[in-house]
Every structure is written in structure tokens, then in C-alpha cells.
């Protein structure tokens, strides 16, 4: 790559950066505090998208890739928290396990990458799991209701060869038939009582 591939690169990364924090910061002058988490949500998004654009042009700026997850990832912990913050700590473990997966599965021989990915991923598994703990009551009443309804309004769930069964008469076993066996060997000569 040469000097003024390089010089492009930062240029463009600069001019594209200032535009866009000029115009999200104008809109947070004219909307006030509403449109703060947008603004850095665009920000950072913005940044990341440069950093993208950095290693699209050449992959040798593989570089590029560190900051862009970084600020995607933050942009992501900015949304989770608007929408549900209780999975902020398990989204972090979660966000610094995925480089290091990455890097094992980039390159197999980097088995040492699954330590600390293992262990942030069960941290946040963990956490994963206090977070969502009120899904288990939860749960249990939904299915206690639906055991109450299904008694007050009568039904009663059968498969359909049981349905069938009951339709025909009987109790859906079969008889067993059972065939008298031709006797051989000596005990063919005895007599039958």
C-alpha cells in the first residue's frame, strides 16, 4: 500500500467522521436531550462503519477490525440498555467472548483463544440466567392456567389413535390371538390331554 492509498484512508475516515458529528450534534442542539442515546448510538455507528471502510480497502488493515467491533459493540450496549437493560451484563461478557471465538475459529492452532472466550461466555451464561430468572414463574403460571382451563372447560387432549379407538368402540388394544404351535421332537409321540 502506499502513501497516498494510506493518505486517502485518513482523509476520508476525518472528513466522513466530522460531517456526520456535525449533523448529530445540530440535531441534538435542535431536539435537546431526547435524542442523546441516538446521537451516540449514530456517532459511534459512524465511527465503526469508517473503521469497516479502513479494512474493505485492503485487508492488510486488518487493524481496522479492533476499533470497528469495539464501537459496534458499544453501539449495541447503547440499544440493549434502551430496550432491556437487565441484559447489559451478560451482552458485555458476551461481546468480549466473541473476539476471542473469532480468533480459534480464524485459526485453528489459536486453541488457547477458548480459555478466555470459555470462560467470558460462562460468566455470561451466568448472568444470562439471573437476568431472565423471572421467566420461570412466569412460566409456571402460564402453565398452571392452562392445566385450570383445560379442567373447567371439560377437554381433554388424545392422540389420535386413541380418538380413534374410542370411536370404533373399544379401548384401542388390540386382543391378542394366540395360535396353537405344532409340537415336535419327542413330545410329539405323547398323547394330548
Partial sequence: MNAKSREFDATFLI????????????????????????????ILGAGSAGFLAVYG????????LIPA??????????????????LTAPYV???????F??????????????????IMALIGIGLLIDSLAWLFPIAL??????????????????TPAAAQAS???????????VEPQPISGPEADKPRV
Avoid: C
Fill in 93 to 99: 461478557q458476551f461481546a468480549i467472548a466473541l473476539p
Fill in 15 to 42: 472528513g466522513a467522521g466530522l460531517i456526520v458529528l456535525g449533523i448529530l450534534f445540530l440535531l441534538n442542539q435542535i431536539f435537546g436531550g431526547f435524542l442523546n442515546t441516538f446521537v451516540w448510538m449514530a
Fill in 167 to 177: 370411536a370404533n368402540g373399544h379401548n384401542g388394544y388390540e386382543p391378542i390371538k
Fill in 69 to 86: 467491533y469495539v464501537l459496534a459493540a458499544i453501539v449495541g450496549l447503547l440499544a440493549l440498555d434502551m430496550i432491556f437493560p437487565t
Fill in 101 to 118: 471465538f473469532y480468533v480459534y475459529l480464524r485459526n485453528r492452532s489459536n486453541w488457547w483463544a477458548l480459555i478466555p472466550g470459555g
Fill in 57 to 64: 480497502r485492503s485487508e492488510s488493515n486488518w487493524w481496522a
Fill in 141 to 158: 403460571i402460564g402453565v398452571g392456567v392452562f392445566l385450570l382451563a383445560r379442567q373447567f372447560t371439560g377437554t381433554k387432549s388424545e
